[in-house]
């Protein structure tokens, strides 16, 4: 049967590059990084190198970047060093943040001693940032934690404008960057920004490794107690292959940028066109201008129709999601475009088609046929 996979915000496959650089250390760096011999010191090696290689995307410091195991750990250690070891009374975020940060956050916030903000969503999906500057202007030590780009819309935060407000206002501000990273250029000179979030597989590396940017002078607290890995932050021998794999990734993404980003957007526009001529009544979930491989539609098909759509889809063949990956399986609405929708629009079939420069022109006509019969 025919494949098709437009789901790349839910994980993409590993570049080929990148598997032929793990293999490489898998044979290659097979000593403890924190053996004295030169078998260990040989990955030692790699994993350094991998961090040079990672601080120089972003424009930080190799020091100011940690490893962790994925996007959901490093969310959940920024969250918890804040309160625990920077004295942090108040933390800012969205209801339409990835549940890796909501949900710890409203765990915390039920035993912990800080008070938890959910900012309004505009209809365009955007956090209000004239709320978020009023609430900056009292003088409570706080931490504003706001997502790069939504991970079911596409809708995408202006981070520059955030950092300066933090700036302004002597917030620490953390940033989910899951679903940009890799996919656009990210300058921590540019952007004022302490904490940033990345996944290794989001961007054609591996699972199981992340990396955590952390802006020098911050102070930070170990997440596991243990040995002296990642300078007794994150105690655990480095899974050093996936390490290898996720600075060949975020390489190779970075080199090929400008030609993916031209591709996808050359195939948001063809769907667009597309779903315009098949459901004329189609809407856009968020902003028209959201991020160039995310695009949420609501069809305009009957209610009816919500529960199976994706179960048809999949019987062709054909990946795309309802919202995030965790919630695909169910058929509640999403808690991203419950900020955003009617309670009629809601029932109605939504779908998330996530884009990459894997994608062909041949891939969007198969989707659009399939939906013709649904
Ligand atoms: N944050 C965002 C915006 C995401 O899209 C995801 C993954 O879906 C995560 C965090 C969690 O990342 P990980 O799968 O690496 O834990």
């Known amino acids: 049967m025919k494949k098709v996979y437009l789901d790349h915000a839910a994980t993409t496959a590993i570049a080929p590059e990148v598997i032929e650089a793990m293999v490489s250390s898998l044979h290659n760096d097979f000593g403890n990084p924190s053996s004295t011999h030169s078998f260990g010191r040989q990955a030692k090696s790699s994993i350094e190198l991998a961090r040079k290689t990672i601080a120089k995307a972003i424009h930080a410091n190799a020091s100011e970047i940690v490893f962790t195991s994925c996007g959901t750990e490093s969310n959940n250690w920024v969250f918890r060093n804040a309160v625990a070891h920077l004295q942090i009374k108040r933390i800012i975020s969205s209801p339409t943040?990835?549940?890796?940060?909501?949900?710890?956050?409203?765990?915390?916030?039920?035993?912990?001693?800080?008070?938890?903000?959910?900012?309004?969503?505009?209809?365009?999906?955007?956090?209000?940032?004239?709320?978020?500057?009023?609430?900056?202007?009292?003088?409570?030590?706080?931490?504003?934690?706001?997502?790069?780009?939504?991970?079911?819309?596409?809708?995408?935060?202006?981070?520059?404008?955030?950092?300066?407000?933090?700036?302004?206002?002597?917030?620490?501000?953390?940033?989910?960057?899951?679903?940009?990273?890799?996919?656009?250029?990210?300058?921590?000179?540019?952007?004022?920004?302490?904490?940033?979030?990345?996944?290794?597989?989001?961007?054609?590396?591996?699972?199981?490794?992340?990396?955590?940017?952390?802006?020098?002078?911050?102070?930070?607290?170990?997440?596991?107690?243990?040995?002296?890995?990642?300078?007794?932050?994150?105690?655990?021998?480095?899974?050093?292959?996936?390490?290898?794999g996720m600075a060949k990734a975020l390489e190779i993404s970075l080199e090929q940028l400008e030609a993916h980003r031209a591709h996808v957007l050359h195939l948001r526009q063809y769907l667009l066109n597309a779903l315009q001529l098949e459901f004329p009544g189609f809407k856009i979930n968020g902003a028209e201008d959201g991020f160039y491989n995310i695009l949420n539609v609501l069809l305009p098909f009957a209610a009816d129709k919500t529960a199976m759509i994706l179960f048809h889809l999949d019987m062709k063949g054909i990946a795309v999601s309802r919202g995030s990956a965790c919630q695909s399986g169910s058929i509640s609405p999403s808690h991203v475009l419950a900020q955003m929708l009617s309670d009629d629009d809601l029932t109605k079939p939504s779908l998330r088609i996530s884009l990459s420069h894997l994608n062909t022109q041949e891939d969007i006509d198969y989707l659009m046929e399939a939906l013709k019969t649904v």
């Open 97 to 244: 943040e990835h549940h890796a940060v909501l949900h710890t956050l409203e765990e915390m916030a039920q035993s912990n001693d800080f008070e938890l903000v959910l900012l309004k969503i505009q209809p365009n999906g955007q956090p209000d940032l004239a709320q978020l500057e009023a609430l900056l202007a009292q003088e409570v030590k706080t931490l504003v934690s706001l997502m790069h780009v939504n991970n079911e819309t596409g809708v995408v935060t202006d981070i520059e404008q955030v950092g300066a407000l933090c700036q302004k206002y002597g917030a620490v501000f953390h940033s989910d960057t899951v679903q940009s990273m890799g996919k656009t250029s990210i300058d921590v000179q540019q952007i004022p920004v302490d904490f940033l979030v990345a996944s290794a597989h989001k961007f054609n590396g591996p699972k199981g490794i992340g990396f955590l940017y952390i802006r020098k002078g911050t102070s930070m607290q170990p997440i596991l107690l243990g040995g002296e890995q990642e300078k007794g932050l994150r105690a655990g021998t480095e899974s050093v292959h996936n390490i290898v």
